[in-house]
Antibody, heavy 116, light 112 residues
């Protein structure tokens, strides 16, 4: 069974750094792209970027380029989404997804709250 | 880059059928899309991929009540025998490549 299991909810202050994770199982982690999607409170889905764990090829949506860093550790089948300096506007639910032809599996989501 | 347009809301009665629409922007009418359902308070769930020909492939465990069809730039999701658990937000997704992925604004489906 394919599963994407994300790390737990986080509460941070503005300016702090953060890394959230997404562990894949039930399939060959290095053979599928892993993407990240943001959902701000009460809003729709926004594409952030994607990584191919097999060779770490990483692509970003122009809206998120320079704002976040996507990485992967293929030895532990885990992808990461990182911020170096959080803002209040980063408060949102973040989902990892697996992509082949389109998105076919979603993680359960990680809620990130940034508040002073 | 393609743009997807969805109606903001729809409603239908329990046990009836509903057809949701996702429209591709000009010049992108041949694109494949994916449909996803997001029940309240839950993560989205993949429903199906849908081609311009109308052919579709559903995700594992997706009930037979869900089907897809296409006409020109329009992609449809039909839900038959509506159940209470179908009350959710429905999003369509398309892509130019793994870099350029876009979602529609979502349709909020109310089951009366």
């Amino acid at each position: 069974e394919v599963q994407l299991v994300q790390s737990g909810a986080e509460v941070k202050k503005p300016g702090e750094s953060l890394s959230i994770s997404c562990k894949g199982s039930g399939y060959s982690f290095t053979s599928y792209w892993i993407g990240w999607v943001r959902q701000m409170p009460g809003k729709g889905l926004e594409w952030m970027g994607i990584i191919y764990p097999g060779d770490s090829d990483t692509r970003y949506s122009p809206s998120f380029q320079g704002q976040v860093t996507i990485s992967a550790a293929k030895s532990i089948s885990t992808a990461y989404l990182q911020w170096s300096s959080l803002r209040a506007s980063d408060t949102a639910m973040y989902y990892c997804v697996r992509r082949v032809t389109g998105t076919d599996y979603w993680g359960q989501g990680t809620l990130v709250t940034v508040s002073s | 880059q393609p743009v997807l347009t969805q109606s903001s809301s729809a409603s239908a009665s329990l046990g009836s059928s509903v057809k949701l629409t996702c429209t591709l922007s000009s010049g992108h009418s041949s694109y494949i899309i994916a449909w996803h359902r997001q029940q309240p308070g839950k993560a989205p769930q993949y429903l199906m991929n849908l081609e311009g020909s109308g052919g579709y492939n559903k995700g594992s465990g997706v009930p037979d009540r869900f089907s897809g069809s296409s006409s020109g730039a329009d992609r449809y999701l039909t839900i038959s025998n509506l159940q209470s658990e179908d009350e959710a937000d429905y999003y369509c997704e398309t892509w130019d490549s793994n870099t350029h992925v876009v979602f529609g604004g979502g349709t909020k489906l109310t089951v009366l």
